[in-house]
T-cell receptor
């Protein structure tokens, strides 16, 4: 069974600095999808970025980028020029692409604090 | 357009009472998920609906939990004879497909359930 591990329960970053949140996963599949979701205090989960495992290029979305290391089964999220609004819980998630398989496996989350 | 909505936003109930949590998915989304998020934990899959197919109830923690999806749209999660360990945030998400190539889940704001 697939598992997702986020080993950093909490991280802090100074405003305008860069922070990296780590995520590792375990799977025997060669093709899959990885996601980072943000959950601010409002509880609304928001998709930050997604990565298809068959793509070698790391996904980027504005200030957010990932470092996808398929062999190491690592999927870290880098936030550049951190802003106060980035403070939230961040969840890493895995999804199999197999037809009929629809479950997302979530990590336990990393709470990011942004210091002014 | 409108996102996923959930009601109520907060629910406080007494141990032993029944509760109903409602989810209105994005119009046209055929897949609907329910998750439970306990304090400091990740998201725990509860149940999945896809179109007219039989739902996957494999994540429901006990027979006190049940869910319906009427007309392929609105879903209701019912917890009977609530226990204190049922206290959590219950999140609903919907997506276009739910199978095959990964689709993006859109989450509602959740219902915070407190069982006294």
């Amino acid at each position: 069974a697939q598992t997702v591990t986020q080993s950093q329960p909490e991280m802090s970053v100074q405003e305008a600095e860069t922070v990296t949140l780590s995520c590792t996963y375990d799977t025997s599949e060669s093709d899959y999808y990885l996601f980072w979701y943000k959950q601010p205090p409002s509880r609304q989960m928001i998709l930050v970025i997604r990565q298809e495992a068959y793509k070698q290029q790391n996904a980027t979305e504005n200030r957010f980028s990932v470092n996808f290391q398929k062999a190491a089964k690592s999927f870290s999220l880098k936030i550049s020029d951190s802003q106060l609004g980035d403070a939230a819980m961040y969840f890493c998630a895995y999804r199999s692409p197999l037809s009929g398989t629809y479950k997302y496996i979530f990590g336990t989350g990393t709470r990011l604090k942004v210091l002014a | 357009g409108a996102g996923v909505s959930q009601s109520p936003s907060n629910k406080v109930t007494e141990k032993g009472k029944d509760v109903e949590l409602r989810c209105d998915p994005i119009s046209g989304h055929t897949a609907l998920y329910w998750y439970r998020q306990s304090l400091g934990q990740g998201l725990e899959f509860l149940i999945y609906f896809q179109g007219n197919s039989a739902p996957d109830k494999s994540g429901l923690p006990s027979d006190r939990f049940s869910a319906e999806r009427t007309g392929g749209s609105v879903s209701t999660l019912t917890i009977q004879r609530t226990q204190q360990e049922d206290s959590a945030v219950y999140l609903c998400a919907s997506s276009l497909a739910g199978q095959g190539r990964a689709d993006t889940q859109y989450f509602g704001p959740g219902t915070r359930l407190t069982v006294l």
